[in-house]
Protein backbone atom coordinates (compact mmCIF):
# COMPACT_ATOMS: atom_id res chain seq x y z
CA UNK A 1 0.00 0.00 0.00
CA UNK A 2 1.04 3.76 -0.96
CA UNK A 3 0.72 6.88 1.19
CA UNK A 4 0.24 10.02 -0.63
CA UNK A 5 -1.43 13.43 0.27
CA UNK A 6 -4.25 15.14 -0.90
CA UNK A 7 -6.15 18.86 -0.04
CA UNK A 8 -9.61 18.46 1.14
CA UNK A 9 -12.01 19.01 3.65
CA UNK A 10 -12.01 18.36 7.13
CA UNK A 11 -8.51 17.25 7.58
CA UNK A 12 -7.98 14.10 6.33
CA UNK A 13 -5.27 14.90 3.80
CA UNK A 14 -3.43 10.83 3.61
CA UNK A 15 -4.60 8.45 0.93
CA UNK A 16 -4.07 5.16 1.44
CA UNK A 17 -4.35 2.88 -1.34
CA UNK A 18 -5.86 -0.74 -0.56
CA UNK A 19 -7.11 -3.55 -2.49
CA UNK A 20 -10.32 -2.20 -3.68
CA UNK A 21 -9.63 1.11 -4.06
CA UNK A 22 -8.38 4.37 -2.17
CA UNK A 23 -8.60 5.94 1.39
CA UNK A 24 -9.16 8.65 2.85
CA UNK A 25 -6.95 8.77 6.11
CA UNK A 26 -6.41 11.15 9.14
CA UNK A 27 -4.20 10.87 12.32
CA UNK A 28 -4.19 13.19 15.58
CA UNK A 29 -2.85 13.08 18.33
CA UNK A 30 -0.42 11.07 20.84
CA UNK A 31 -1.13 8.43 22.74
CA UNK A 32 -2.18 4.70 22.72
CA UNK A 33 -3.90 3.97 19.14
CA UNK A 34 -7.63 4.91 18.65
CA UNK A 35 -9.69 4.14 15.07
CA UNK A 36 -12.58 5.42 14.41
CA UNK A 37 -14.76 4.07 12.25
CA UNK A 38 -18.55 5.43 11.03
CA UNK A 39 -21.39 3.91 9.41
CA UNK A 40 -23.62 4.84 6.86
CA UNK A 41 -24.64 7.71 4.89
CA UNK A 42 -22.29 9.47 7.40
CA UNK A 43 -18.11 9.81 6.74
CA UNK A 44 -15.41 10.70 8.89
CA UNK A 45 -17.34 14.14 8.99
CA UNK A 46 -19.24 12.50 11.94
CA UNK A 47 -16.13 12.61 13.92
CA UNK A 48 -14.43 15.79 13.66
CA UNK A 49 -16.11 17.57 17.38
CA UNK A 50 -15.10 14.33 19.27
CA UNK A 51 -11.58 14.22 17.75
CA UNK A 52 -10.24 17.05 19.33
CA UNK A 53 -11.31 15.31 22.76
CA UNK A 54 -9.70 12.25 22.09
CA UNK A 55 -6.76 13.23 21.29
CA UNK A 56 -5.85 14.43 23.90
CA UNK A 57 -5.25 11.31 25.30
CA UNK A 58 -4.64 8.79 21.97
CA UNK A 59 -3.35 8.78 18.45
CA UNK A 60 -6.82 8.99 16.86
CA UNK A 61 -6.77 7.08 13.49
CA UNK A 62 -10.05 8.04 10.97
CA UNK A 63 -10.66 6.71 7.86
CA UNK A 64 -13.82 7.09 5.29
CA UNK A 65 -15.13 3.94 4.56
CA UNK A 66 -14.69 2.81 0.46
CA UNK A 67 -16.99 4.36 -1.61
CA UNK A 68 -18.05 7.11 1.28
CA UNK A 69 -16.57 10.62 1.69
CA UNK A 70 -13.65 10.98 -0.37
CA UNK A 71 -12.42 7.14 -0.27
CA UNK A 72 -12.75 5.68 -3.47
CA UNK A 73 -14.01 1.99 -4.27
CA UNK A 74 -12.28 1.08 -7.72
CA UNK A 75 -13.67 -1.54 -9.67
CA UNK A 76 -10.41 -1.55 -11.93
CA UNK A 77 -8.37 -2.70 -9.09
CA UNK A 78 -11.14 -5.46 -7.91
CA UNK A 79 -14.28 -6.23 -10.35
CA UNK A 80 -16.13 -8.05 -7.64
CA UNK A 81 -15.41 -5.35 -4.88
CA UNK A 82 -18.94 -3.59 -3.24
CA UNK A 83 -18.90 -1.29 -0.14
CA UNK A 84 -20.18 -3.80 1.75
CA UNK A 85 -19.77 -4.48 5.27
CA UNK A 86 -17.28 -7.45 4.35
CA UNK A 87 -14.82 -5.33 2.11
CA UNK A 88 -14.78 -2.57 5.01
CA UNK A 89 -13.51 -4.88 7.14
CA UNK A 90 -11.08 -6.42 5.13
CA UNK A 91 -10.18 -2.97 4.15
CA UNK A 92 -9.62 -2.14 8.15
CA UNK A 93 -7.61 -5.07 8.19
CA UNK A 94 -5.45 -3.47 6.08
CA UNK A 95 -5.49 -0.20 7.67
CA UNK A 96 -4.27 -1.46 10.94
CA UNK A 97 -1.48 -3.49 9.21
CA UNK A 98 -0.47 -0.48 7.03
CA UNK A 99 -0.63 2.33 9.58
CA UNK A 100 1.56 -0.61 12.21
CA UNK A 101 -0.86 -1.13 15.34
CA UNK A 102 -0.60 -3.97 17.27
CA UNK A 103 -3.59 -3.98 19.13
CA UNK A 104 -5.56 -0.64 18.89
CA UNK A 105 -8.73 0.56 20.49
CA UNK A 106 -11.35 0.04 17.73
CA UNK A 107 -14.80 2.23 17.78
CA UNK A 108 -17.44 0.91 15.32
CA UNK A 109 -20.83 3.33 14.77
CA UNK A 110 -23.78 2.17 12.67
CA UNK A 111 -22.30 -0.27 10.16
CA UNK A 112 -19.24 0.71 11.63
CA UNK A 113 -19.98 -1.36 14.26
CA UNK A 114 -20.85 -4.43 12.10
CA UNK A 115 -17.28 -3.45 10.26
CA UNK A 116 -15.29 -3.31 13.58
CA UNK A 117 -16.98 -7.04 15.05
CA UNK A 118 -16.23 -8.63 11.58
CA UNK A 119 -13.02 -7.18 11.31
CA UNK A 120 -11.95 -8.31 14.88
CA UNK A 121 -13.27 -11.77 14.71
CA UNK A 122 -12.91 -13.11 10.97
CA UNK A 123 -10.21 -10.90 9.72
CA UNK A 124 -8.07 -11.35 12.92
CA UNK A 125 -7.84 -7.67 13.83
CA UNK A 126 -6.44 -7.31 17.21
CA UNK A 127 -8.15 -4.73 19.55
CA UNK A 128 -7.10 -3.95 23.00
CA UNK A 129 -10.63 -3.20 23.92
CA UNK A 130 -14.25 -2.16 21.43
CA UNK A 131 -16.58 0.58 21.78
CA UNK A 132 -20.11 0.04 19.62
CA UNK A 133 -21.93 3.09 18.88
CA UNK A 134 -25.71 2.95 18.29
CA UNK A 135 -24.31 -0.18 16.38
CA UNK A 136 -25.67 -2.29 13.78
CA UNK A 137 -24.50 -5.44 14.70
CA UNK A 138 -27.86 -7.94 15.76
CA UNK A 139 -29.71 -7.98 13.00
CA UNK A 140 -32.38 -7.37 11.70
CA UNK A 141 -30.90 -3.57 11.77
CA UNK A 142 -32.27 -2.35 8.24
CA UNK A 143 -34.17 0.88 8.74
CA UNK A 144 -38.09 0.54 6.29
CA UNK A 145 -36.35 3.13 4.23
CA UNK A 146 -33.22 1.47 3.22
CA UNK A 147 -35.32 -1.92 3.07
CA UNK A 148 -37.46 0.40 0.48
CA UNK A 149 -34.51 1.69 -1.49
CA UNK A 150 -33.03 -2.06 -1.93
CA UNK A 151 -36.38 -3.25 -3.10
CA UNK A 152 -36.70 -0.75 -6.15
CA UNK A 153 -33.10 0.29 -5.98
CA UNK A 154 -33.95 0.87 -9.66
CA UNK A 155 -36.80 3.66 -9.37
CA UNK A 156 -34.44 5.51 -6.88
CA UNK A 157 -30.79 5.18 -9.19
CA UNK A 158 -33.12 6.78 -11.81
CA UNK A 159 -35.31 9.07 -9.80
CA UNK A 160 -34.99 13.01 -10.54
CA UNK A 161 -31.49 14.22 -9.47
CA UNK A 162 -33.32 17.45 -7.10
CA UNK A 163 -36.18 14.91 -6.10
CA UNK A 164 -33.43 12.23 -4.83
CA UNK A 165 -31.75 14.88 -3.04
CA UNK A 166 -34.66 16.02 -1.47
CA UNK A 167 -35.13 12.76 0.06
CA UNK A 168 -31.22 12.12 1.46
CA UNK A 169 -31.62 15.85 2.67
CA UNK A 170 -34.52 14.79 4.74
CA UNK A 171 -33.26 11.37 5.22
CA UNK A 172 -30.09 12.66 6.64
CA UNK A 173 -31.89 15.02 8.89
CA UNK A 174 -33.72 12.27 11.10
CA UNK A 175 -30.42 11.16 12.00
CA UNK A 176 -30.26 13.51 14.99
CA UNK A 177 -32.31 14.89 17.95
CA UNK A 178 -30.95 18.29 17.76
CA UNK A 179 -31.52 19.89 14.63
CA UNK A 180 -28.47 20.38 12.02
CA UNK A 181 -27.85 24.06 10.67
CA UNK A 182 -27.88 24.09 7.14
CA UNK A 183 -24.11 23.99 6.74
CA UNK A 184 -24.11 20.95 8.72
CA UNK A 185 -26.37 19.12 6.97
CA UNK A 186 -24.84 20.50 3.19
CA UNK A 187 -21.44 18.77 4.46
CA UNK A 188 -23.06 15.32 5.13
CA UNK A 189 -24.90 15.84 2.04
CA UNK A 190 -22.34 16.89 -0.28
CA UNK A 191 -20.49 13.46 -1.42
CA UNK A 192 -24.35 12.37 -2.23
CA UNK A 193 -24.93 14.96 -4.62
CA UNK A 194 -25.22 14.68 -8.47
CA UNK A 195 -25.49 12.13 -10.62
CA UNK A 196 -22.33 9.88 -9.13
CA UNK A 197 -23.44 10.74 -5.72
CA UNK A 198 -26.68 9.32 -6.24
CA UNK A 199 -25.16 6.26 -7.57
CA UNK A 200 -22.86 6.05 -4.80
CA UNK A 201 -25.84 6.04 -2.40
CA UNK A 202 -27.11 3.56 -4.20
CA UNK A 203 -24.71 1.25 -4.52
CA UNK A 204 -24.10 1.50 -0.29
CA UNK A 205 -27.44 1.04 0.04
CA UNK A 206 -27.17 -2.17 -2.13
CA UNK A 207 -24.26 -3.85 -0.59
CA UNK A 208 -25.15 -3.28 3.01
CA UNK A 209 -26.80 -6.95 4.28
CA UNK A 210 -27.28 -8.34 8.01
CA UNK A 211 -25.71 -11.68 6.11
CA UNK A 212 -22.11 -9.78 6.77
CA UNK A 213 -22.84 -9.58 10.21
CA UNK A 214 -24.25 -12.53 10.60
CA UNK A 215 -21.18 -14.84 11.30
CA UNK A 216 -19.74 -11.91 13.87
CA UNK A 217 -23.18 -12.18 15.78
CA UNK A 218 -22.67 -16.11 15.97
CA UNK A 219 -18.93 -15.51 17.92
CA UNK A 220 -19.84 -12.30 20.10
CA UNK A 221 -19.33 -14.71 22.82
CA UNK A 222 -15.93 -15.42 22.25
CA UNK A 223 -15.54 -11.33 22.50
CA UNK A 224 -12.54 -10.89 25.42
CA UNK A 225 -11.79 -7.30 24.34
CA UNK A 226 -13.51 -5.29 27.50
CA UNK A 227 -16.58 -3.91 25.64
CA UNK A 228 -18.40 -1.19 25.60
CA UNK A 229 -22.06 -0.24 24.06
CA UNK A 230 -22.96 3.16 23.84
CA UNK A 231 -26.26 4.75 22.35
CA UNK A 232 -28.17 7.63 22.00
CA UNK A 233 -31.64 7.86 24.14
CA UNK A 234 -33.58 9.30 20.81
CA UNK A 235 -32.24 6.74 18.07
CA UNK A 236 -35.02 6.97 15.66
CA UNK A 237 -33.47 4.45 13.58
CA UNK A 238 -31.89 1.53 15.91
CA UNK A 239 -33.54 1.87 18.89
CA UNK A 240 -32.16 1.76 22.51
CA UNK A 241 -33.26 -1.55 23.11
CA UNK A 242 -31.23 -2.89 20.61
CA UNK A 243 -28.04 -1.66 22.24
CA UNK A 244 -29.00 -3.54 25.44
CA UNK A 245 -29.53 -6.90 23.57
CA UNK A 246 -25.86 -6.50 22.12
CA UNK A 247 -24.52 -5.61 25.67
CA UNK A 248 -26.13 -8.62 26.90
CA UNK A 249 -24.43 -10.76 23.90
CA UNK A 250 -21.18 -9.88 24.19
CA UNK A 251 -19.52 -11.34 27.78
CA UNK A 252 -18.33 -8.65 30.15
CA UNK A 253 -19.74 -5.75 28.35
CA UNK A 254 -20.97 -2.31 29.14
CA UNK A 255 -23.96 -0.24 28.89
CA UNK A 256 -24.25 3.32 28.71
CA UNK A 257 -26.64 5.69 26.57
CA UNK A 258 -26.06 9.38 26.23
CA UNK A 259 -29.52 11.47 26.60
CA UNK A 260 -30.26 14.48 24.38
CA UNK A 261 -28.61 12.11 21.28
CA UNK A 262 -30.32 10.51 18.46
CA UNK A 263 -28.61 7.65 15.74
CA UNK A 264 -25.45 10.21 14.76
CA UNK A 265 -24.81 10.27 19.01
CA UNK A 266 -21.13 11.48 17.80
CA UNK A 267 -22.67 14.67 15.63
CA UNK A 268 -25.76 15.33 18.69
CA UNK A 269 -23.12 14.75 21.50
CA UNK A 270 -19.42 15.06 20.30
CA UNK A 271 -18.09 16.26 23.41
CA UNK A 272 -19.94 13.71 25.92
CA UNK A 273 -19.76 11.02 23.81
CA UNK A 274 -15.55 11.62 23.51
CA UNK A 275 -15.55 11.85 27.29
CA UNK A 276 -17.02 8.46 27.57
CA UNK A 277 -15.03 6.84 25.23
CA UNK A 278 -11.53 8.29 26.97
CA UNK A 279 -13.00 7.24 30.47
CA UNK A 280 -13.80 4.10 29.08
CA UNK A 281 -10.19 3.68 27.83
CA UNK A 282 -8.80 4.88 30.96
CA UNK A 283 -10.54 2.67 33.31
CA UNK A 284 -9.51 -0.64 31.01
CA UNK A 285 -5.96 0.74 31.00
CA UNK A 286 -5.86 1.47 34.98
CA UNK A 287 -6.81 -2.26 35.05
CA UNK A 288 -4.79 -3.43 32.66
CA UNK A 289 -1.85 -2.25 34.52
CA UNK A 290 -3.13 -2.93 38.13
CA UNK A 291 -3.10 -6.38 37.22
CA UNK A 292 -5.87 -8.94 38.59
CA UNK A 293 -5.23 -8.34 42.08
CA UNK A 294 -6.01 -4.61 41.76
CA UNK A 295 -8.59 -4.69 39.13
CA UNK A 296 -12.32 -3.31 39.92
CA UNK A 297 -14.47 -3.36 36.79
CA UNK A 298 -16.52 0.33 36.61
CA UNK A 299 -19.98 -0.26 35.73
CA UNK A 300 -21.36 3.09 34.01
CA UNK A 301 -25.71 3.55 34.30
CA UNK A 302 -27.74 4.30 32.30
CA UNK A 303 -27.49 8.31 31.24
Known amino acids: MTT ?9 HQYVQVTAGEVATGVFGDGPPVVLVHGTPASSYLW ?31 PGATPSIAQQART ?5 EHWGLETPALVGH ?19 RIALLDAAVLGPWNTPFTEHQQRYAEAYRTMPLHIFDDLVTARLRTAVHRPMSEE ?18 IDQVCAVSFEDTREAVARLGEV ?47 EETAKVLVDFFAAERARAEAGPAGATRVRRGEG
Open 4 to 12: HSRTRPWHL
Open 48 to 78: RNAVPTLARHHTVYVWDLLGFGASRLDRDLD
Open 92 to 96: LAELV
Open 110 to 128: DIGGGVVMRAHLLEGVPAS
Open 184 to 201: VAESYRAPWAGAEGQQRW
Open 224 to 270: SAPTLVVWGAEDQWLAPATGDRLAAAIPGAERVTIPGAGHFIAEDRP
